[in-house]
């Protein structure tokens, strides 16, 4: 059974940071896209980072680069989230993904296997 478990989420202030970690387990990602999605109260979901396997490259939407840097150890399928400079715009629940070679890597559909969340929630 594959599982993907977010920690770190919890409830900072404006500017303050936080590391998010997901870690793999019930199978081997050695070829898999991994990444966060991002859902706030009446908003749909949305993209935030992903990094490939093949060559770690990383991709960020728009309002979040620069601030979010994600990594990835594929020796313990973990992949991180640092996000610095938070701002109540980045108050959601974080999604953990994990998907193969097929797709948008900014798309959801690509992503087979989703963590249950962890709730980010930043006061200003």
């Known amino acids: 059974q594959v599982q993907l478990v977010e920690s770190g989420g919890g409830s900072v202030q404006a500017g303050d940071s936080l590391r998010l970690s997901c870690a793999a387990s019930?199978?081997?990602?050695?070829?898999?896209?991994m990444g966060w999605f991002r859902q706030a109260p009446g908003k749909e979901r949305e993209f935030v980072s992903a990094i490939r396997r093949s060559d770690s490259m990383t991709y960020y939407t728009d309002s979040v680069e620069g601030r979010f840097t994600i990594s990835r150890d594929n020796a313990k399928n973990t992949v991180y989230l640092q996000m610095n400079s938070l701002n109540s715009e980045d108050t959601a629940v974080y999604y953990c993904?994990?998907?193969?070679?097929?797709?948008?890597?900014?798309?959801?559909?690509?992503?087979?296997?989703w963590g249950q969340g962890t709730q980010v929630t930043v006061s200003s």
């Open positions: 019930g199978r081997t990602f050695s070829g898999y896209a």
């Open positions: 993904v994990a998907g193969g070679t097929m797709g948008q890597i900014r798309s959801a559909i690509r992503y087979a296997y």
